[in-house]
C-alpha cells in the first residue's frame, strides 16, 4: 500500500463522518416544508413534530419543572409575606405622609400614618393567606401552564424555534459534528490496517 492511501483513508473517513454528522444536524431543523425527493417526503423532525414537540415541552415544565403546587407554595411562603408586608408598610407610610394636609404637624402626620401602617400590618398577613387560597383554587381549575406554554413555542416562526434550540444545544450539536470526524478517521486507520494485513 502506498503511503498516500494510507493518509488518505483516515482524511477522507473523518471528512464523510463529520460531512454526515453535519448534514445529520441540519436536518433535525431543515427543511422547513415538506420536499418530496424520489419518492419520499423529508422534512426536518423540529417543523414536521413541533405541535408534539410543543406539548411535550408544556407537559414537562408543568408537571416537573412549575409545578401548580410549587407556584402556590412560593406564594405562601413566610419569605415572600414578609416582602409583601414590608412593601405595603412602606408604600402606606409614604401615601399617607403625602396626602395628609401639609397644614398638619409633622408628628401628627407621623403618628397617623404610623398607625395606619402597624393596623396594616396585622390585617395584612390573614387577608395575604385568604387571597393565595382563592387564587390557588381558581389556578387550579383554571389556568394550564401547559397550553400557555405550548401556545408560545407554536406561535414562534420555525426561525426563532431553531434559534433557541441551537442557542441552548450548540456546544453538544458542535460535539456531534466533531465525533462524527473522529469515527470517520478511526475508521479510515482501521481499513489501513486491514488492507495493511492483507498486502
Known amino acids: 500500500m502506498h503511503w498516500t492511501q494510507a493518509v488518505l483513508l483516515p482524511v477522507v473517513g473523518a471528512l464523510i463522518g463529520w460531512l454526515t454528522n ?21 422534512q426536518g423532525v423540529v417543523p414536521k413534530r413541533r405541535g408534539e414537540l410543543a406539548r411535550v415541552i408544556g407537559r ?13 407554595n412560593y406564594l405562601r411562603s413566610e419569605q415572600l409575606n414578609e416582602d409583601l408586608i414590608c412593601s405595603v408598610d412602606t408604600a402606606v407610610r409614604a ?9 398638619l404637624p409633622l408628628s401628627l402626620r407621623r403618628m397617623i400614618s404610623d398607625a395606619l401602617a402597624e393596623q396594616i400590618k396585622r390585617e395584612l398577613p390573614p387577608l395575604v393567606n385568604e387571597l393565595v387560597d382563592r387564587f390557588g383554587e381558581k389556578l387550579k381549575v383554571d389556568f394550564c401552564l401547559s397550553r400557555v406554554v405550548e401556545e408560545q413555542v407554536n406561535s414562534f ?10 442557542s441552548v444545544a450548540s456546544r453538544e450539536l458542535k460535539h456531534i459534528e466533531i465525533l462524527g ?3 470517520g478517521f478511526m475508521i479510515g486507520l482501521l481499513q489501513v490496517g486491514i488492507l495493511g494485513l492483507y498486502k
Open 181 to 183: 470526524g473522529l469515527l
Open 22 to 42: 453535519w448534514l445529520a444536524v441540519r436536518l433535525i431543523f431543515r427543511p422547513y416544508k415538506p420536499v418530496r425527493v424520489l419518492g419520499y417526503t423529508i
Open 157 to 166: 416562526s420555525l426561525e426563532q424555534l431553531e434559534k433557541v434550540i441551537i
Open 60 to 72: 414537562v415544565i408543568e408537571e416537573q419543572l412549575l409545578p401548580k403546587e410549587q407556584l402556590l
Open 95 to 103: 401615601r399617607v405622609m403625602d396626602r395628609l394636609p401639609g397644614f
